[in-house]
């Protein structure tokens, strides 16, 4: 908790970098909150799907104030847990969005402790389905505990996730399999996957030709894979994540591609620990960490202010170039 409490002024000091306009209001708000000691405090807790015998845990954080807000589900990377994205709900709870994190049995921080093979492993078909479910668990839940949760706007609901919860973002969205499986749920409006990967072997456009509800893609050009062998160039460089984008069909999509950004630039926590040993981190993304993370938190906060609260200034930021983005990283829109 006092950790990110920490991050919170380095991330509103950060953001002028961003563009003064969403940067200003993101400052004074960080600056209020802390002046009222209502920083966003996340609550934990647990649902259990009695049909799976499955308990999930979860993470709950609110704006500050007593508003109706939108809510984005989260969901983190192999061996991650309910700490993954807490930089970037930290952003979102200032512009107004709640986020519900979900650790997924199976593919959470557990699988570490039998190390880089059994992380492997777990990024399988099956573990893909659990985690689908897992988000039509916690959206049944979410509609039947409505009386629990007042301030939630179920009605208008993103989904968020990293690395293999990008996979899950993206199957819930709509993600074509084959023999014609689906995990897609009709309920969440929008999407942002976190270092999004195409299908291994497969035909992208197969694959996510068909998704029509929004959806923003992240990612730079050292997100590479900590799964792949070493030497393989997928292991470093991140340009065979942009097929994803390239194969959603024309609409509202958009790209934040960031030079330098390696795959935990968009983890949304500090690297440290097991993560750490897993891969280590370029020192070409260290340099740059401040700079990416104020654009990733800029970017992603009026993505959901404008797909989840029709927020016409937001939308029309996200329709320009966002502000300080250098020659090498790109904004692609549509």
Known sequence: MKRRHLLLPALAASL??????????????LAQR???????????????????QRAVPLRLRLPAGEAPCPLVLFSHGLGGDLNAGSLWSDAWAVAGIATLHLQHPGSDR????????????????????????????????????????????????????HSFGAHTTLAVAGQHFPRGATLADPRPRAFAAFSPSPPNGGDATAAFGSLRRPVLCLTGSLDGSPLVPEGDPNRREG??????????????????????????????????GAMARLRERDPRASAQAERHQALIAAVSSDWWRAQLL???????RLS?????????????RG
Do not use: C
Not at 16 to 29: D, F, H, N, V
Not at 35 to 42: D, F, K, L, S, V
Not at 119 to 132: D, W, Y
């Open 320 to 332: 320009q170039t966002p502000a300080h983005l250098k020659e090498a990283d790109a904004w692609r």
């Open 34 to 52: 802390r002046e009222m000691g209502r920083e966003a405090q996340p609550g934990d807790f647990e649902w259990t799907d009695a049909e799976r």
């Open 110 to 161: 557990s699988v570490l402790r039998s190390g880089p093979r059994a992380l492997r492993t777990a990024a399988n078909a099956q573990q893909l389905q659990a985690r689908a479910l897992d988000v039509r668990f916690v959206l049944d839940e979410l509609a039947r505990r409505a009386a629990e949760h007042p301030r939630l706007r179920l009605d208008r609901i993103g989904l968020a996730g």
């Open 239 to 272: 340009a065979w994540r942009r097929a994803v984008y390239d194969a959603l069909p024309a609409g509202d999509k958009a790209e934040l591609w960031l030079d330098g950004a390696d795959h935990m630039s968009f983890g949304g926590q500090a690297v440290g």
């Open 16 to 29: 002028s970098l961003a563009g003064p306009a969403w940067a200003q209001g993101l400052r004074e708000r």
């Open 310 to 316: 029709d927020d016409a200034a937001a939308r029309a």
